[in-house]
């Protein structure tokens, strides 16, 4: 399945109204989307990917697709097996990693 968007690609609409277009935050959320949209397990889950990633519908639809809340669910199911077998050590690298990525997505638009 592939998007007829680049999501890479962000115009002046943010996906989120709290996360300014163009910023870090936008363009991981875009990707994460598109990333998404690819695995998306019915075509009308990709449908609403695109829908999101053009500018057609809200980030906030999701809430309501079976096919994202399935695709979640079985994301963090695998995301808790996966943690589980973390050492202390493993734990507070992922930890650090993720506090820095958390920075990162706070950073400004790119000037234009």
Request: hydrophobic share 35%; charged share 30%.
């Amino acid at each position: 399945m592939s998007s007829p968007h680049d999501p890479t690609t962000p115009d002046d609409t943010p996906l989120l109204g709290a996360i300014p277009a163009g910023s870090v935050a936008d363009r991981t959320l875009r990707q994460a989307l598109a990333t998404l949209r690819e695995q998306a397990p019915d075509e009308q889950t990709a449908r609403l990917y695109d829908d999101i990633l053009a500018g057609r519908r809200s980030a906030r639809d999701l809430l309501e697709s079976p096919g994202f809340a399935a695709a979640a669910s079985r994301g963090v199911e695998q995301y808790r097996h996966w943690t589980a077998d973390l050492d202390d050590d493993e734990r507070a690298e992922l930890d650090e990693a993720a506090r820095a990525q958390a920075d990162r997505l706070t950073e400004p638009a790119e000037p234009v």
